[in-house]
């Protein structure tokens, strides 16, 4: 490329390679994209109105770029270079230093005069202006290629050797070919120890040769014409419409839950050309859990398993996503069919196998299993989480017995044949054992449910025990973890306390929701209570001694998280700073929320935070205040105040109606300014001064009944 300044052209980048990783390749696709327009963007080499279209098949990762300039404009530039008197002599001459500076900046012919002297306040220094010559797109795009690899969200590098036989380079996969158009003109740029060019391959089995790609915007027709379709998202709608037709005509769905969706998106970037055929299996596999046979298609085959719309019951049609487009798709079909169904087969084996054995003949066998060299062994685990579900149970006069069933049964599946297996399903397959073994439907959800992240519908007699179970699982996690320092750090959380931390959150929030803890609730189900019930059955020595506190902050400060994505953070801290019972928090907030509208709220929220800095520094408080030794008009109405407002504040508060009560204690706004304006606290007389802190002690007190207010002044 030798001409300069020219008109916009499309520009094209395709990297060839062996197959990218499929859970990747539209995150790479992307970030390819994105890494290569950044910095052609800075270099200013994107005309105006340039539309960026990124393409990710299982062997390419490729960008066009609309309007590309061949050579950026020229730029206006400055450039602060030393101070003044640094760069000049007394004379006004370079000094050597400066001579040097702009030698290697490719200067040589500024002089003193050319240079500009400007003050930073401090001294004057030397500036540099004028004009560079825009970047050339070869050099512009060989940045932006360096950039865009280096940036890769690769979950994997590997190294390969080249074919000098000597040189090694590190990506994703090993890459074959480099092209790079502007326009029909190849762009001189190198990576991964390949030279650029316009040669790339079709579909590896559909088409022949290599292919010539004409220019940058002929590139998608001419790989579609070699049975390609590089858009990814273009594939995976194709992709998902055959998948839908194909259901449909059969009076079938393939489902809706998010785990089809991350099986689109995969299938997606294992094919370039997509057919979908129908397969079947025998029926008689279908007595075997449906869970099972649904997770061993789609995880290990990529099938979509066919439902029956109206009762989401599994059939023993799937839907296979081809890479190959033949007239007469019967071998296809049929090895598809050969290689499940060994699977299914095994699957059925294993059921077979563990049925056998009752559930509750496993739970001893949980001896050999070890949770964690510090905490002992699975039944060690399952005996100590036994104590908090009936510690629960007992606390909501809940059924105690099925409460521990459930925890005595929960772990037992870990020991099938079928959990090794599909270790994915621990719980779920426990379920369909506990039911065939007759045990009670409540026990049998509860196993079914354990490893859900969080409950998110109101609880109901029939799923109790299920979130006892929930709750003393996650409750046993994270004081056993914990205590034995295994504190989540950054982005590490091998154990998944915040996650079990949420979860108590949600199963406390649903239980509310579910009539089990009343707003007006402050001792039925406490979090302190429950973290000590955990806690106390662990042998003596095994926790850390700020355990419990610390496992209260960590729970309380993962609702804080949360909320603060919903609420104000003034507010949200305000309520938290006390640690309320966690199923009145929404309403506390809510409460909070009002007050902060009311024209008292700024001035108590001071007041509040004043008061709050006064006691911090006070010695000692007293407990009671002697109205004897009010003597200032001021105190002795603000003792009246509290003395009137108190009782209906606190009588409202233990009703549950947060909003009355701070609505209530507004009143006293100008009775708490009047004692600040006119009254002296800290006066030299010890009996009146404590008297004053042990009035503002009580206001105080009343005053953070629902929400530190000084958090929200």
Not at 328 to 334: A, K, L, T, W
Not at 445 to 458: F, G, I
Not at 647 to 663: C, E, H, I, N, V
Request: glycine letters at 6%; a negative charge; charged letters at 20%.
């Amino acid at each position: 490329m030798t001409a300069t300044h020219a008109s916009p052209k499309p520009l094209l980048i395709e990297l060839l390679t062996e197959e990218l990783p499929p859970k990747a390749l539209n995150k790479l696709g992307l970030a390819f994209a994105e890494g290569l327009r950044k910095v052609l963007d800075e270099n200013h080499l994107l005309a105006d109105g340039c539309e960026v279209t990124d393409f990710a098949t299982p062997r390419r990762l490729a960008v066009t770029f609309s309007a590309v300039l061949n050579q950026a404009p020229d730029q206006a530039y400055t450039e602060r270079l030393m101070p003044a008197k640094i760069g000049l002599t007394d004379t006004g001459e370079l000094t050597p230093a400066l001579t040097r500076k702009l030698a290697s900046k490719g200067w040589e012919h500024l002089r003193a005069t050319d240079l500009v002297r400007e003050s930073d306040g401090k001294q004057d220094y030397l500036y540099a202006h004028g004009t560079a010559a825009g970047a050339l797109l070869a050099v512009g795009l060989q940045q932006a290629l360096d950039y865009a690899l280096t940036h890769l969200p690769i979950p994997k590098v590997m190294r390969y050797q080249l074919a000098d036989g000597v040189s090694s380079v590190r990506f994703v996969r090993p890459a074959h070919g480099l092209v790079a158009l502007w326009g029909e003109q190849v762009v001189d740029v190198q990576a991964l120890g390949l030279q650029s060019g316009n040669s790339t391959q079709g579909h590896r089995f559909m088409s022949k040769g290599a292919i010539q790609i004409h220019s940058a915007d002929t590139y998608q027709q001419q790989l579609l014409d070699a049975q390609v379709i590089a858009s990814f998202n273009t594939r995976r709608q194709l992709i998902a419409q055959q998948l839908h037709e194909q259901a449909q005509a059969l009076g079938a769905t393939i489902g809706d839950d998010a785990e089809v969706s991350a099986l689109l998106d995969e299938v997606t970037a294992l094919v370039e050309h997509p057919t979908v055929y129908l397969g079947e299996f025998e029926e008689e596999f279908l007595q075997v859990p449906p869970e099972c046979l649904i997770l061993t298609m789609r995880l290990n085959q990529k099938y979509f398993p066919l439902f029956q719309p109206d009762t989401g019951t599994l059939t023993h049609r799937f839907l296979i996503v081809s890479n190959m487009r033949v007239d007469d798709p019967v071998h296809i079909i049929e090895g598809n069919q050969r290689v499940v169904r060994p699977r299914l087969a095994d699957a059925q084996f294993f059921y077979e196998t563990d049925r056998k054995i009752p559930l509750a003949d496993r739970v001893a066998d949980l001896a050999n299993s070890v949770y964690h060299n510090k905490l002992g062994s699975q039944l060690q685990r399952a005996e100590r989480v036994r104590h908090t579900a009936r510690y629960l149970a007992n606390q909501l006069k809940a059924n105690v017995q099925h409460a521990d069933r459930a925890a005595y049964l929960a772990k037992a599946d870990l020991g099938s044949n079928m959990v090794g297996e599909f270790p994915e399903l621990q719980g779920v397959i426990g379920a369909y054992y506990a039911q065939a073994d007759g045990e009670a439907d409540d026990v049998v959800l509860a196993l079914k449910n354990q490893y859900r992240v969080r409950l998110d519908t109101p609880i109901t007699d029939a799923t109790l025990t299920a979130a006892l179970l929930f709750i003393a699982d996650r409750a046993e996690t994270l004081v056993g973890i914990w205590g034995i320092g295994l504190i989540p750090t950054g982005e590490r959380d091998p154990f998944g306390l915040r996650r079990a931390a949420l979860g108590i959150i949600s199963a406390l929030e649903q239980l509310a929701a579910g009539g089990y803890l009343a707003v007006t609730d402050n001792s039925t189900l406490t979090l302190p209570g429950l973290l000590a019930a955990a806690a106390s059955q662990f042998p003596d020595g095994t926790l850390d001694d700020n355990t419990l506190s610390g496992v209260t902050d960590f729970i309380y400060e993962r609702l804080r998280n949360q909320l603060q994505n919903e609420f104000d953070r003034n507010v949200v801290d305000a309520v938290l700073a006390l640690q309320p019972a966690i199923h009145q928090v929404h309403s506390r907030i809510q409460a909070c929320l009002r007050f902060a509208q009311m024209p008292e709220a700024a001035s108590l929220a001071a007041a509040n935070k004043r008061i709050s800095n006064v006691l911090k520094k006070a010695d000692a408080v007293p407990d009671q205040v002697n109205p004897d030794l009010l003597t200032e008009p001021a105190e002795q109405h603000l003792a009246q105040v509290i003395a009137d407002l108190k009782p209906q504040a606190m009588q409202q508060m233990a009703s549950g109606d947060f909003t009355a009560s701070l609505a209530t204690l507004a009143h006293a706004k100008d009775a708490v300014d009047g004692f600040f304006n006119d009254v002296m606290i800290m006066v030299e007389d010890e009996a009146v001064r404590n008297n004053r802190l042990a009035l503002l002690n009580d206001l105080h007190h009343v005053m953070n009944q629902v929400a530190d207010i000084s958090r929200l002044a």
